[in-house]
C-alpha cells in the first residue's frame, strides 16, 4: 500500500453556524481506497444500494466506481453494508469517573491521559464524530485532528455553564468553598455563571477558546447532589442572554433540561438542542416542533446509572434521583417523534459505562423506526456539527468517514447495538482506524 504524508493547510475548511473549523492536520492515508462490492446504506434512501466507493485523500471520490486511476488499495466488502461514520451529538469524553465532583478534581495529566481510552473507544464502536457537551476544551479537538490522538472528530462547547446550585455545581451540600474553584481543570464539565452579565462573559469566553456552541443547564440534574430535576436552571433573562451571544457568534444553544415547563422556557427564549427531554409533554413537544427545535435524548445513560451507578462510585444523592426521569424515557421519543421533532443520537455516558455507547441504538428501536434511527445518528448530528452533506452521507464529495458492518441498519438498527460482533471496518478521513475480518 504506497503511503502519502500530506500536511493540510487546512483539512475542514470552514463552514457555517460559527461552529471552529480544525486547521493543519496531518493525515497519513493511501493515495486511493476502493470498497468494492458495497451495499452502501446512509439515511437519505429508504434502501441499501449496491456500489464500489472511492476514496482519495480523505475524501469519497466515486460512490459508483468501475477502476480506479491511481495506485489503489482495494478491499472487497463482499457484500456488507458500507454507511457513514456514526455521530454521537452528547458525549463528556473527560468524564472517565462516574462521580463528577471527584472527575473535576483530578490532576491535568491523569484526567487527559483517562480520556484517552475513552475517545479511541468512540472511535471503535464506529463513532467518526462527536459533540462534547461538556468538559472537553479546543486543544483536545486539534490533537485528535493532528493525530496526537485516536480518536472521533470532536466538536466542543468547553464547560457547561449552570447557575450556583445548578447541574455544573458538584459540591456536596456542606461544601462552601468557591463553586468554580475547579473548573479551570481538563476533568471539569461545567462552570458556574450568575446573573446575565457573568452568562454573557462566560459565554464570550467559551466561545473564544474554541466552542462550536454554548451547553447551558437548564434543569436540575441526576449526577448533581443539590438540585431536583425539575428546578429550573436559568432564569428567562440569563437564558436569553445566552442565546444573544450564542447568535452573535453565528451558533447556538444547546440546553440541558427534563420537563415540560423547563422545555417550553428554553424553546421560548430561543435555544436550540434539548438535550435528554424525559419529562416532555405533547404541548412542550408540539412547541419544539414549531421552533425548529432538535431533541437529544440519551436514554442509555439512565439504564446505566440505575444498574451500575451504585458499584461505581456514583453518590447516593444522585442514586435517589435515578428513576424521577429513567421511566419517562421510552415514553418521551413517542412524545417527541408524533409531534415532529426532529432527533439527533445521544448518549451522556459517564466513567466505565462509556463502553454501553452503542446500547442506546436498541433502546431506541423498540419505539422509532430504523430509518428515523439511522438518520438521527448521521444526518441531523452532522447538522449539528455544521458539517451537512460532508458528514453523514455515503456521497461523492462528503468526507470519507465511512463503517463497514455486518447486516442491514435499515432492516435491523440493533445490529449497530453490537459493534464487537458487527462492526468490520472504521474509517475516518479516508484513514482505516479499525479492521476486523474485512
Ligand atoms: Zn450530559
Redesign the pocket.
Known amino acids: 500500500m504506497a503511503l502519502v504524508v500530506a500536511a493540510l493547510a487546512s483539512l475542514i475548511p470552514s463552514f457555517g453556524a460559527g461552529v471552529h473549523s480544525l486547521s493543519a492536520g496531518i493525515i497519513i492515508s493511501s493515495m486511493q481506497t476502493l470498497l468494492r462490492n458495497a451495499m452502501i446504506v446512509d439515511a437519505t434512501a429508504p434502501e441499501p444500494r449496491p456500489g464500489n466507493v472511492l476514496v482519495e485523500d480523505g475524501m469519497i471520490r466515486d460512490v459508483d466506481a468501475k477502476r480506479p486511476s491511481g495506485e489503489c488499495e482495494t478491499i472487497d466488502v463482499a457484500g456488507r453494508t458500507v454507511m457513514p461514520g456514526l455521530i454521537d451529538c ?1 458525549v ?1 469524553v473527560v468524564a472517565s469517573l462516574m462521580d463528577i465532583a471527584a472527575n473535576a478534581q483530578l490532576p491535568a495529566a491523569t484526567a487527559v491521559l483517562r480520556s484517552v481510552p475513552i475517545l479511541k473507544g468512540m472511535l471503535e464502536r464506529g463513532f467518526t464524530t462527536v459533540r462534547d ?2 468538559g472537553a476544551p479546543y486543544a483536545l479537538a486539534e490533537a485528535i485532528a493532528q493525530g496526537l490522538a485516536v480518536g472521533p472528530r470532536l466538536f466542543v462547547c468547553g464547560k457547561a455553564l449552570s447557575k450556583t446550585g445548578g447541574h455544573s455545581d458538584a459540591r456536596p451540600r456542606n461544601d462552601t468553598h468557591d463553586a468554580n474553584r475547579w473548573a479551570g481543570n481538563f476533568g471539569a464539565l461545567g462552570r458556574i455563571a450568575d446573573g446575565v452579565d457573568e452568562v454573557r462573559r462566560a459565554c464570550r469566553e467559551m466561545l473564544r477558546e474554541g466552542a462550536s456552541f454554548i451547553k447551558v443547564m437548564a434543569n436540575g440534574g441526576v449526577a448533581s447532589p443539590t438540585d431536583p430535576v425539575h428546578w429550573f436552571g436559568y432564569s428567562v433573562e440569563e437564558l436569553k442572554a445566552a442565546v444573544e451571544e450564542a447568535r452573535d457568534a453565528h451558533t447556538y444553544v444547546a440546553a ?1 433540561l427534563y420537563t415540560a415547563e423547563g422545555i417550553v422556557r428554553a424553546v421560548e427564549c430561543g435555544v436550540k438542542t434539548l ?1 435528554h427531554c424525559n419529562r416532555v409533554d405533547a404541548g412542550a413537544a408540539r412547541l419544539a416542533a414549531e421552533a425548529g427545535c432538535v431533541a437529544v435524548p ?1 436514554l442509555v445513560t439512565y439504564e446505566a446509572l440505575a444498574e451500575d451507578g451504585p458499584g461505581l462510585g456514583l453518590p447516593a444523592a444522585s442514586v435517589e434521583k435515578i428513576e424521577s426521569v429513567r421511566k419517562a424515557g421510552l415514553e418521551s421519543l413517542a412524545i417527541l417523534r408524533d409531534a415532529g421533532v426532529t432527533m439527533a443520537f445521544g448518549t ?1 455516558l459517564l466513567g466505565p459505562t462509556h463502553v454501553r455507547q452503542s446500547e442506546e441504538f436498541r433502546i431506541r428501536a423498540q419505539v422509532l423506526g430504523a430509518r428515523e434511527i439511522l438518520a438521527s445518528a448521521t444526518l441531523v448530528g452532522a447538522e449539528l456539527v455544521g458539517m451537512e452533506g460532508r458528514l453523514g452521507v455515503v456521497a461523492e464529495g462528503a468526507i470519507a468517514d465511512l463503517l463497514v458492518v455486518e447486516g442491514s441498519p435499515l432492516e435491523d438498527i440493533a445490529v449497530l447495538a453490537e459493534p464487537r460482533k458487527n462492526l468490520r471496518m472504521v474509517m475516518k478521513e479516508g484513514v482505516v482506524q479499525y479492521r476486523a475480518g474485512v
Request: net charge negative; aromatic share 0%; no cysteine.
Open positions: 452528547h463528556h457537551l461538556g440541558h438535550e440519551t451522556d
